[in-house]
């Protein structure tokens, strides 16, 4: 305990001693605000303002205003808008605050698309950051709108989704997933039950405006789990003052015969503002090219080729409140996401010949046994202000994920045969998962000369509760620390140079757990009859020091990039005191106690040029783990409670990845472009039982060919028709009991539209998913186990049918 006090009192001293050091010294920097307007006095949303020699960039809110702090000898601010006449003026620094007058920007002969705007501030920041970034916004998603928002953004290279159905899905970045990569929504961490491959992220993919997808190490901006990299979910923006307004999104699909969508209202006055949204969605079994399926040796015929109990229904409320001034800023946010899906009858729990199928093929849209019901809760506050030279930001969150996974009662081993009528849980209740998180962050921005630091602290705590009849994790307790320093140093126009740190610690207490029912033991040639302990009351704690440093030179047409880092990870309880049947893979799972925090080493590098017609990005990566976790198939048979399940159990080997991302994009016309996106991974495991082997869920090599045609037409505005062909290699390198993927082809059609009524316009797109009904499997499916193909044909229709009520000029 004096032991964990020390390294406490470390980090607080360390703390101090940094903000100390560089309080004095900040002095040198300066604090400028404004604001961006046209000619037309019409606040410009996304104006990048640029400061030089120094290059220190920001984009002008809704309200065209932006705030910066900046070197005492800074000469001239830039600030540029597609479609307006760049604007530069000489800068006289002889205050600590300086406010420059309104700005106003005369517009070219040619107005650009606004489109063209969002591209060109997320190419600028990419070039800022020495990670590999992706950026997407509310248009990508809606043009390539999914079952889930990962299904949505799986059009990006190196990004792929372990899917459960068509309702969910979770994260695969250049192929790690479950707790190796972080999701952050409004500045916080999402905390579900992550670490189940049926776990899906409860996020609303309509309340998503602006995406940023980091792919490598980012534990030393978040801590453990982001050993694989991020998806940073930015808020959205605030509204414009003096105005009450909102929108209307509908969806519809043809393969679950989904119907449903989302209504935003929002509103603000001089410095208050609210914004809500409510989002439903229905949907039956899907529908998959095939009329009978594998499932474990048994012959499983489909009911009209439809998935049974597939269907789902999804409720979802957000509510975000705050007050803003040009030094102020105070948000907080609301949110409840709920959900109730089928698992598909035939491969859960029970034996496939001994489902009631005459029940389940009644309806394509009822939902029976075995399902999930999951809600999301979420509260939190982002507070940010001016403190003399610092930009300091607050958070404070609450979390919590309640989750239920409900089945017919089914006896193994010795587990009586009849439910007991006095048992503490429905009969029907299988598994309970209750998770509650507190989180508190802080993190101050400042300038030195030309050093732009970035210095936080943050703290979380789990507690963490389970239900049911039958066991697999214990309940547990678990709270992680962590203090970072980032410093980004702008060497000149051309060069950026990055440096950080991270110091990390994390302890977790897991109780113990004892079955409900006896079971019979020998010892000795003694038989008798006790309750078998399941889990130990075990307590285990992790330090953790990480690093990166990087470099950016940018030219005019091209950018070079290189990130040399470490990350780590903690074991979760999953992979320290499982001790029980996982019904989804019908295999039984062990924990290990003994396992090390996962530690993780890589280099990423990047080029990117452009010209006129031409776009090239090629990001490469190398990654080595010395000791990565991962769950073994052993010899041994569970004979208690999973009717002979291979057990499994977690051990740790050396592993080695590399691979990177290819993006083309030529524009043959001015309205018809074509790109080529290839993404390929190669991993292997370098010690352990599983020598040789590559890791589990590993995407194979795929290239996607798009073809986009953007006519103009009359009374229509950013009008498309595109194509895409991906051709997906075929996955030999396995790792048993997985088995082997064909290759495939798959092509995708779209079209989409902006049309003119009175004075709002309405988006529509379409999409036609698997366009010939194609009969394919995907290596990272939660379903590829027992030969199941993706989806058949699937018609999407979105329209988003904005709405102003009230502006006051």
């Known amino acids: 305990m004096n032991e964990h006090k020390s390294n406490l009192l470390r980090t607080i001293y360390l703390l101090l001693f940094c903000v100390g050091s560089f309080a004095k010294a900040s002095a040198q920097s300066v604090s400028i605000s404004g604001n961006v307007f046209s000619n037309r006095h019409t606040p410009l949303e996304g104006a990048i303002v640029t400061i030089h020699p120094s290059s220190i960039t920001t984009v002008t809110n809704k309200e065209g205003s932006y705030s910066l702090q900046?070197?005492?000898?800074?000469?001239?601010?830039?600030?540029?808008?597609?479609?307006?006449i760049l604007y530069e003026i000489e800068l006289g620094l002889d205050k600590s605050s300086n406010i420059i007058s309104d700005i106003f920007l005369k517009q070219e002969i040619k107005e650009l698309k606004e489109v063209v705007v969002r591209d060109n501030h997320a190419a600028h920041h990419k070039k800022a950051e020495s990670l590999n970034l992706e950026i997407v916004n509310s248009s990508f998603i809606q043009r390539n709108l999914g079952g889930s928002l990962m299904q949505s953004l799986q059009r990006l290279p190196g990004v792929k989704t372990i899917s459960i159905g068509s309702g969910s899905s979770k994260p695969l970045i250049r192929g790690l997933s479950f707790n190796q990569v972080i999701v952050v929504e409004n500045g916080i961490k999402h905390e579900g039950q992550q670490w189940g491959a049926d776990h899906g992220l409860e996020i609303d993919q309509y309340a998503v405006n602006r995406v940023a997808i980091i792919k490598g190490p980012s534990s030393f901006i978040y801590g453990s789990d982001a050993i694989s990299g991020a998806i940073n979910i930015k808020p959205l923006p605030f509204p414009t003052k003096h105005v009450l307004g909102g929108s209307v999104d509908l969806t519809g699909k043809s393969n679950n015969?989904?119907?449903?969508?989302?209504?935003?209202?929002?509103?603000?006055?001089?410095?208050?503002?609210?914004?809500?949204?409510?989002?439903t969605m229905d949907y039956g079994d899907y529908r998959v090219p095939t009329n009978s399926v594998n499932v474990y040796n048994y012959i499983v015929p489909l009911y009209k080729n439809h998935l049974r109990n597939t269907a789902g229904r999804e409720l979802d409320l957000h509510a975000s409140t705050g007050y803003i001034r040009q030094r102020f800023k105070s948000v907080l946010y609301l949110s409840n996401i709920y959900s109730k899906t089928g698992f598909f009858a035939n491969a859960h729990g029970l034996e496939p010949r001994n489902v009631d199928t005459e029940l389940h093929d009644k309806s394509s849209r009822d939902i029976q046994m075995p399902h999930q019901e999951?809600?999301?809760?979420?509260?939190?506050?982002?507070?940010?202000?001016?403190?003399?030279?610092?930009?300091?930001?607050?958070?404070?969150?609450?979390?919590?994920?309640?989750?239920?996974?409900?089945?017919?009662?089914?006896?193994?081993?010795?587990?009586?045969?009849?439910?007991?009528?006095?048992?503490?849980?429905?009969?029907?209740?299988?598994?309970?998962?209750d998770k509650e998180v507190f989180s508190v962050s802080i993190?101050?921005?400042?300038?030195?000369?030309?050093?732009?630091?970035?210095?936080?602290?943050?703290?979380?705590?789990?507690?963490?509760?389970?239900?049911?009849?039958?066991?697999?994790?214990?309940?547990?307790?678990?709270?992680?620390?962590?203090?970072?320093?980032?410093?980004?140093?702008?060497?000149?126009?051309?060069?950026?140079?990055?440096?950080?740190?991270?110091?990390d610690y994390g302890r977790i207490e897991m109780k113990q757990y004892s079955d409900w029912f006896e079971s019979e033991t020998t010892n000795n040639s003694q038989t008798k009859f006790e309750y078998l302990k399941r889990s130990e009351e075990l307590t285990r704690t992790f330090n953790s020091f990480t690093w990166s440093t990087g470099i950016n030179y940018n030219l005019e047409k091209i950018s070079l990039k290189a990130n040399i880092g470490t990350s780590f990870r903690m074991p979760i309880a999953?992979?320290?005191?499982?001790?029980?049947?996982?019904?989804?893979?019908?295999?039984?799972?062990?924990?290990?106690?003994?396992?090390?925090?996962?530690?993780?080493?890589?280099?990423?590098?990047?080029?990117?040029?452009?010209?006129?017609?031409?776009?090239?990005?090629?990001?490469?990566?190398?990654?080595?783990?010395?000791?990565?976790?991962?769950?073994?198939?052993?010899?041994?048979?569970?004979?208690?409670?999973?009717?002979?399940?291979?057990?499994?159990?977690?051990?740790?080997?050396?592993?080695?990845?590399?691979?990177?991302?290819?993006?083309?994009?030529?524009?043959?016309?001015?309205?018809?472009?074509?790109?080529?996106?290839?993404?390929?991974?190669?991993?292997?495991?370098?010690?352990?039982?599983?020598?040789?082997?590559?890791?589990?869920?590993?995407?194979?090599?795929?290239?996607?060919?798009?073809?986009?045609?953007?006519?103009?037409?009359?009374?229509?505005?950013?009008?498309?028709?595109?194509?895409?062909?991906?051709?997906?290699?075929?996955?030999?390198?396995?790792?048993?009991?997985?088995?082997?993927?064909?290759?495939?082809?798959?092509?995708?059609?779209?079209?989409?539209?902006?049309?003119?009524?009175?004075?709002?316009e309405l988006s529509i797109s379409l999409q036609v998913q698997n366009l010939f009904n194609t009969k394919y499997l995907n290596h990272t499916s939660f379903y590829r186990l027992i030969e199941l193909p993706e989806a058949s044909r699937n018609i999407i229709l979105s329209i988003k049918i904005p709405f102003l009520i009230l502006k006051q000029k």
């Open 257 to 279: 015969e989904q119907y449903g969508g989302s209504i935003n209202i929002f509103g603000r006055n001089d410095n208050w503002f609210f914004d809500t949204r409510i989002t």
């Open 574 to 760: 999953k992979e320290l005191a499982s001790n029980g049947v996982n019904y989804h893979y019908f295999r039984f799972e062990k924990g290990n106690s003994n396992l090390s925090a996962e530690k993780s080493y890589q280099l990423d590098l990047g080029i990117e040029w452009q010209d006129t017609k031409w776009s090239v990005q090629l990001s490469p990566f190398l990654n080595y783990f010395p000791n990565y976790i991962y769950l073994n198939p052993t010899a041994k048979h569970d004979v208690y409670y999973g009717a002979g399940n291979q057990v499994f159990e977690y051990e740790q080997s050396k592993v080695m990845r590399y691979g990177g991302e290819l993006q083309t994009r030529y524009q043959f016309l001015k309205n018809l472009g074509a790109e080529v996106l290839v993404d390929y991974l190669y991993s292997e495991q370098l010690s352990g039982n599983k020598k040789g082997y590559t890791l589990p869920f590993s995407p194979p090599a795929s290239v996607l060919f798009g073809l986009t045609y953007s006519p103009e037409i009359k009374r229509l505005r950013d009008t498309y028709f595109s194509l895409d062909y991906r051709f997906t290699a075929q996955q030999n390198q396995i790792v048993p009991p997985e088995r082997k993927t064909a290759s495939n082809n798959v092509f995708n059609l779209a079209m989409g539209t902006m049309v003119k009524a009175g004075q709002q």
């Open 70 to 84: 900046i070197p005492r000898d800074s000469k001239k601010l830039a600030v540029s808008y597609s479609g307006y």
């Open 374 to 433: 999951v809600n999301h809760t979420k509260i939190s506050n982002t507070t940010s202000f001016q403190l003399g030279e610092h930009k300091v930001e607050t958070q404070l969150g609450f979390q919590k994920n309640f989750r239920r996974e409900w089945s017919h009662y089914v006896n193994h081993g010795y587990m009586p045969p009849i439910y007991p009528e006095d048992m503490y849980v429905p009969q029907d209740l299988e598994r309970q998962y």
């Open 443 to 503: 993190k101050d921005e400042f300038s030195l000369g030309n050093h732009q630091f970035t210095v936080g602290i943050n703290t979380e705590l789990q507690q963490n509760k389970i239900g049911g009849w039958s066991f697999l994790i214990p309940a547990f307790t678990q709270i992680n620390s962590g203090f970072f320093l980032y410093d980004k140093i702008q060497l000149n126009e051309k060069w950026l140079l990055h440096a950080a740190f991270r110091l």
